[in-house]
């Protein structure tokens, strides 16, 4: 079993996808060393889902090609289930869970670091705290501080931040993936809220957001899934309710 698995949904990144997988690996012995565990193991699942382009087959060529890359496909277009069914078959006793198009060393050192000394159950990259530097345009910076606000107001979150990058400890982690019942984009959201509703001791790192190409979503076309989500989620967390 390897000590970290990586877990990166993946949706139309024909583009990318090759380049971002080798630097990926090409980095990680870096880290290891870096924190002075140079015999620390890696994996990683490329959870793909809905894709119209050649990256199933970019997938599978490189998960032929690369011991240490699986991929899976689940039919429809749909973040939060690849990222869910990703997680459910990572084996590593660390999980960190990537974006394809930041792929962050410095965020996987840092949040190892901090799960490697247990000083935490699970790791936060943060775009929106102090220290934080997000390259993205400002209509999609404001949206990250909008959802934040809603999740703060519906559901008390005292975080800066849900999306994107994290590391947790597998096991620790797992009851509360089992939990979570919202997918689409609101699933990271509702995992890290369960968390810290769970005590689990969950922190945020700044991280320096540098995408390498633009969103392939059109974010005023996520609008609509994201209050719907929002509102299921509010539902389930204050009342219990089923979804
Ligand atoms: N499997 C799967 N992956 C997806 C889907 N949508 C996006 N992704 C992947 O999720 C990651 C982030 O997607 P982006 O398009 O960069 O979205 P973003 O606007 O940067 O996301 P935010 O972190 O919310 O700002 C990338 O690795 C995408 O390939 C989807 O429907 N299914
Ligand atoms: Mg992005």
Do not use: W
């Not at 810290?196 to 540098?210: M, N, Q, S």
């Not at 974010?219 to 929002?230: A, D, H, I």
Request: aromatic fraction near 4%; include cysteine.
């Amino acid at each position: 079993m390897p000590d970290v698995s990586i877990v990166i949904p993946v949706y139309n990144e024909e583009g990318i996808l090759r380049e971002a997988v080798t630097e990926l690996l090409g980095n990680l012995q870096g880290v290891a060393q870096a924190l002075r565990a140079p015999e620390l193991t890696f994996e990683v699942i490329l959870a793909e889902n809905g894709s119209k382009d050649r990256t199933v087959e970019l997938a599978e060529h490189l998960a032929a090609e690369m011991p240490h890359v699986r991929t899976f496909s689940l039919g429809e277009p749909n973040y939060g289930k690849a990222l869910r069914r990703g997680i459910m078959e990572a084996t590593g006793t660390y999980v960190i869970c990537e974006e394809i198009d930041l792929c962050d060393p410095d965020f996987h050192r840092r949040a190892l670091e901090h799960l490697l000394h247990r000083d935490c159950d699970m790791v936060v990259g943060s775009k929106a705290m102090r220290g934080a530097s997000d390259e993205r345009p400002l209509f999609r910076r404001a949206a990250t501080k909008v959802i934040n606000g809603m999740l703060r107001v519906a559901l008390d979150f005292r975080g800066t931040d849900t999306h994107g990058l994290k590391c947790f400890r597998r096991e620790t982690l797992l009851p509360i993936v089992e939990e979570c019942v919202i997918d689409r984009d609101l699933f990271a959201s509702e995992l890290v809220i369960r968390a810290g509703r769970a005590d689990l001791r969950v922190i945020e790192i700044p991280i320096k957001l540098h995408e390498k190409r633009p969103p392939a979503i059109n974010l005023m076309k996520r609008v609509p899934n994201v209050l719907r989500g929002l509102a299921k989620l509010t539902y389930v967390i204050r009342f219990g309710g089923k979804p």
